[in-house]
């Protein structure tokens, strides 16, 4: 049941266009316009913004999953699963592992764009890193998406999404360097999840290895959003 659910939902989830081409496109014309023309031909901040604007792509798409659940409560799919031997939390896991699978083309798209289109250069160990940095740490997000759907409704999902994408995204720096922020939004943004997977997939640009205490506090952040997810499940199904 459990893989035959998962195969099913795969299908499903790459065939919702918006959230696809959204996720992949945005970050990817970012990249060109914010490393093209804002940061000029310096070759660091190119590949900040590169590796940020991948994970940008990846927290999207994992977050706007979630609008599946609000649309399968809406149908009251969860009445099904009541009566099937798929448990609260092989549902709660099937879901973020497949929001975590939706990320991997935006990321690919954003760095080969990065690559080809702004003449980034790294070295092999720190291609794979920071693409294995900007990929898994969109986990966090995917439980989050998980909670977003069980928590807003089926017409108004996709429009609380992207605001918590956009507002995670400009506090944890993914759009300017916190760096850069004033002291009290430098406070605030390490109280973000964002923050925390910026640290992850940018570390191996600055010290060649990924960033200990980033994912720790990510695997935190990953926790607390999953048990979040799991108890709002069964409080719906307890309702249906």
Known sequence: MNS????????????????VIFSTLMPALLVLIIG?????????AKKYVMVSMGLFGAMTAAISSGGTIAVERGLGWNRTLRLTPLSPAAYVLNKVLLALLVGVLPVAVTFIVGAAG????????????????????????????????YLAKPDSVQQVSTLITLTLSAF???????????????YIAKLT???????????????????????????????????????????DTARA
């Open 36 to 44: 093209g023309v804002s940061v000029g031909g310096d070759a660091d």
């Open 193 to 235: 999840p964002s923050y925390w997977t910026g640290e992850v997939a940018r570390s191996p640009l600055d010290h060649g290895h990924v960033d200990g205490q980033a994912i720790a506090v990510l695997a935190g952040w990953t926790l607390a959003f999953a048990l979040i997810a799991l108890r709002r499940f069964r409080v």
């Open 4 to 19: 035959t659910y998962m195969r099913l939902e795969a299908v499903r989830l790459f065939r919702n266009k918006r959230v």
């Open 172 to 186: 944890g720096g993914l759009w300017v360097p916190v760096s850069l922020m004033p002291d009290t939004l430098r």
């Open 118 to 149: 702004l003449h980034v250069r790294l070295t092999a160990a720190e291609w794979v890193l920071c693409f294995a940095g900007a990929w898994l740490s969109s986990l966090p997000f995917a439980a989050l998406g998980v909670v977003i759907g």
